[in-house]
């Protein structure tokens, strides 16, 4: 069996209908996603798609080792859990589940918004299961 690397979070990896989840969490809300496309709330559910952050771009004269060692920048991507239609007001949901926030996050949240929240059709929902802030069954 093979063993998977141990997240920053402390979430446990974990396999259901033979996909890959970073969490327990995440695996729930595909779970329950998966029910309301049966049940026709939502329709086009897509898992970890890639939305470009900042685009690949030439390191010029610049001596960054840190980001780079070539001779482009490297794009910065955010990967959503899942993407889909919500029917009710016939928009593109960005859906991330979370157990914890990383700073980097929260950065990349910010440039999500940023670049397709605002004006673009998109519309972000973060997911919660706790006693504080459990929005789970949100669409």
Not at 30 to 36: D, F, G, N, T
Not at 50 to 75: A, D, H, W, Y
């Amino acid at each position: 069996m093979r063993r998977f690397k141990k997240s920053i979070s402390n979430a446990k990896r974990c396999v259901y209908d033979s996909i890959t989840f970073d969490s327990k969490l995440e695996r729930d809300r595909y779970i329950w996603l998966v029910q309301a496309v049966k049940g026709g709330m939502i329709s086009q559910l897509k898992l970890q798609v890639p939305f470009e952050l900042i685009p690949t771009q030439p390191k010029g004269e610049n001596k960054i080792p840190s980001i780079c060692k070539t001779v482009n920048i490297r794009k910065t991507q955010y990967f959503s859990d899942f993407v889909y239609l919500r029917h009710s007001d016939m928009k593109w949901v960005i859906n991330d589940v979370k157990g914890r926030t990383m700073e980097v996050y929260k950065l990349k949240l910010k440039l999500v918004i940023l670049n397709y929240c605002s004006g673009q059709g998109f519309t972000f929902l973060e997911t919660y299961k706790d006693t504080k802030r459990n929005n789970f069954l949100e669409l």
